[in-house]
């Protein structure tokens, strides 16, 4: 077990309580994607002492990633980006237990990959792996914390499928998906991903409230944020009673 007074700056006035702290340092974090969001998410949950993080990804580190993707280094190019992102962690805090799956999660691979791991965190960046997430929470009743960029804005919200809507709810999966790439600028990226990360404090140490059944929106060119509220969609294709 880490020491607990390499946080005493996290917890001090106006932070997070000892046993809080211990809570952050026993959980269990399933990162899914080591690219923009998924370094974000993964440097803040070391940096708050996240005891035990898994990152799932099936990249490689390109030139092209480190337009936004922090976590990454120059002389990785070429490697697996979960060897990456955990090279970072291990070097940074070592205290921090990391699992990897290099592999590209679909609806057959996905169940071994979720086992202990009751946070999912929305790192993806197309969204038929969003959607599929989003899938595999509901089937499982796990906690998804979603989140996506394009270009300038963002979303973030917190999905637990007993308790909100889903992702389908506040916006309906799509019948066909493109394959658009849209402009990937890293402060918004990683604003987003610093969201994320508040969620998952909140999730774990059961300070503030959680974004549920509000969806976040970050405008970042114009430094404007919207909370759009959503409940469950009774006629949800994903979550409606009965699907599963
Ligand atoms: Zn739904």
Known sequence: MAKLTKYENTINQEGITKAQQ?????????VMGAGGLGSGVIMNLAALGVGYIKIVDDGIVTETDFNRQLIHKEKN??????????????????????????????????????????????CF?????????????????????HGATKG???QVTTIIPSKTGCLSCVIPKPKTFNNTSYANISPVVNTI???????????????????????????????????????????CESCSAGMF
Request: proline share 1%.
């Open 152 to 154: 300038y804005c963002g």
């Open 125 to 145: 960046d197309g969204y038929e792996s969003k959607y599929l997430l989003n899938e595999i929470a509901i089937r499982h009743n796990l906690t998804l914390v």
């Open 77 to 122: 190019i070429g490697r697996a980006r979960v060897i990456s992102a955990k090279d970072w962690v291990q070097e940074y805090n070592s205290d921090i237990k990391v699992e990897l799956d290099k592999i590209r999660l679909n609806d057959l691979n996905y169940y071994g990959v979720i086992q202990g791991y009751n946070i999912i965190v929305d």
């Open 22 to 30: 211990e809570s952050l340092m026993q959980a269990r974090v399933l």
């Open 193 to 235: 991903a610093a969201f994320q990360t508040q969620e998952i404090m909140k999730l774990i140490t059961g300070a503030g409230e959680p974004l549920l059944n509000k969806l976040l929106v970050y405008d970042g060119l114009n430094t404007r944020f919207k909370i759009i509220n959503y409940t469950k969609n009774m006629a």
